[in-house]
């Protein structure tokens, strides 16, 4: 039920930016699509941003367990907000790309 509940919201929420996006601010369908196409993409930048940044993080935890020769826990990278930062720097990096 929690998640009906979650897709009804988002679609809600979903149908009246395109309504008041369409109707108030004459916004296009095309421009709608490029928008999605953009997002898209951003995200899949985000997640190639969490993909290096897991790999990064991965490495420095073997470089620290070779020096200290003890155990040093990879915890250490399982934390949602090196999701949130990746998919930042994935818009960042495409909004970027596209202003030149």
Request: charged letters at 15%; zero cysteines; hydrophobic letters at 60%.
């Amino acid at each position: 039920m929690h998640d009906v509940a979650f897709v009804i919201l988002v679609g809600l929420t979903s149908l009246a930016a395109y309504l008041l996006g369409a109707r108030r601010f004459g916004l296009s369908r095309p421009g709608l699509r490029a928008a999605t196409r953009g997002t898209l993409e951003a995200v899949g930048l985000g997640v190639l941003f969490l993909v290096a940044n897991l790999a990064l993080a991965a490495l420095a935890v073997a470089l620290a367990r070779a020096v200290r020769g003890g155990f040093v826990p990879v915890y250490a990278i399982d934390d949602l907000a090196l999701l949130a930062v990746s998919l930042l720097q994935g818009f960042f990096f495409r909004w970027w790309r596209d202003r030149g």
